[in-house]
């Protein structure tokens, strides 16, 4: 297999904390600084979201525009994806970043149950942050966490309410979605080459589940993410001292499979997106 494999990283997220571990990047001046580590290690996706001083999530646009203009300028060509996800923030307010134009959002087409709350992607709102993305020329990055949520995808992409194309990722192991099992995997896998073969894929692995599920996706011709924000440690009795070594780990496997790592300019082929400014 000789396929270029994309490496997402995900920085921050919205739930790890320098109580967790001390590495993850939380004011702007981190986040750039560890973006920029784990894109010479190979990352050609930044997939972010912001914090507030406190730690606490922010879906302040000012801070993603800081964000963006810090990442533009250290690490070239790379790909920004702003999260859209429902930890930071209520309703409207979580695609309040969409009008600076990243080059993708994350998007999540259905509701789901997490550890402790319950994950609320209302059908009216999933049409809104769909409608911003296609006016801004934004590609959704679908992050499903259940089989309804990869059906409603593929449904939105025909009927056109998805700008760009298909790209699905499968998020394993969130207690009370979906498990990171094998077979379930293989089985997504399958059906979304059945019924939108010309979909692109990515696979992110929760906690521990995080080099086992982005060993199956390089290995099955995917794409993958690690990162902080899924899973704050190398093992049990070590902390990931950065998002660069999660990626370096990730850019391991794929020597081990035979497949190069995309750089940036790839990455943006193989997904259909605009040359970088």
């Given at each position: 297999?000789?396929?270029?494999?994309?490496?997402?990283?995900?920085?921050?997220?919205?739930?790890p904390?320098?109580?967790?571990?001390?590495?993850?990047?939380?004011?702007?001046?981190?986040?750039?600084?560890?973006?920029?580590?784990?894109?010479?290690?190979?990352?050609?996706?930044?997939?972010?979201?912001?914090?507030?001083?406190?730690e606490t999530?922010?879906?302040?646009p000012?801070?993603?525009?800081a964000?963006?203009?810090?990442?533009?300028?250290?690490?070239?060509?790379?790909?920004?994806?702003?999260?859209?996800?429902?930890?930071?923030?209520?309703?409207?307010?979580?695609?309040?970043?969409?009008?600076?134009?990243?080059d993708m959002?994350?998007?999540?087409?259905?509701?789901?149950?997490?550890?402790t709350?319950?994950?609320?992607?209302?059908?009216d709102?999933?049409?809104?942050?769909?409608?911003?993305?296609?006016t801004?020329?934004?590609?959704?990055?679908?992050?499903?966490f259940?089989?309804s949520?990869?059906?409603?995808?593929?449904?939105?992409?025909?009927?056109?309410?998805?700008?760009?194309?298909?790209?699905?990722?499968?998020?394993?192991?969130?207690?009370?979605?979906?498990?990171?099992?094998?077979?379930?995997?293989?089985f997504?896998?399958?059906t979304?080459?059945?019924?939108?073969?010309?979909?692109?894929?990515?696979?992110?692995?929760i906690?521990?589940?995080?080099?086992?599920?982005?060993?199956?996706?390089?290995?099955?011709?995917?794409?993958?993410r690690?990162?902080?924000?899924?899973?704050?440690?190398?093992?049990?009795?070590?902390?990931a001292?950065?998002?660069?070594?999660?990626?370096?780990?990730?850019?391991?496997?794929?020597?081990?499979?035979?497949?190069?790592?995309?750089?940036?300019?790839?990455?943006?082929k193989i997904?259909?997106?605009?040359r970088?400014?």
């Amino acid at each position: 297999m000789s396929d270029p494999c994309i490496l997402c990283v995900a920085i921050t997220g919205s739930v790890p904390t320098k109580a967790a571990n001390p590495a993850v990047p939380v004011t702007i001046s981190e986040q750039v600084e560890s973006t920029h580590e784990a894109f010479e290690a190979g990352a050609s996706i930044c997939h972010a979201h912001v914090r507030n001083a406190d730690e606490t999530p922010s879906s302040d646009p000012d801070k993603f525009a800081a964000l963006k203009e810090g990442v533009e300028k250290h690490c070239p060509g790379m790909i920004i994806q702003f999260s859209t996800g429902g930890r930071s923030g209520a309703g409207k307010e979580r695609g309040g970043m969409l009008p600076l134009r990243p080059d993708m959002a994350s998007l999540s087409v259905g509701s789901n149950n997490f550890p402790t709350r319950v994950y609320e992607n209302p059908p009216d709102l999933v049409a809104w942050l769909s409608g911003e993305m296609r006016t801004y020329e934004v590609v959704p990055e679908i992050e499903a966490f259940d089989l309804s949520h990869v059906l409603h995808a593929i449904r939105l992409h025909k009927e056109g309410a998805l700008y760009g194309r298909l790209y699905v990722q499968f998020v394993m192991g969130v207690k009370n979605a979906m498990p990171a099992d094998r077979e379930i995997f293989d089985f997504y896998v399958s059906t979304l080459r059945k019924r939108a073969p010309g979909a692109a894929w990515c696979a992110a692995g929760i906690g521990p589940a995080q080099i086992e599920v982005n060993e199956w996706a390089i290995a099955a011709g995917g794409h993958t993410r690690a990162g902080l924000e899924d899973n704050v440690r190398l093992d049990r009795d070590h902390l990931a001292p950065s998002n660069a070594a999660l990626i370096r780990r990730a850019a391991a496997l794929c020597e081990k499979y035979g497949r190069p790592v995309a750089t940036p300019a790839e990455a943006r082929k193989i997904l259909g997106l605009r040359r970088a400014a």
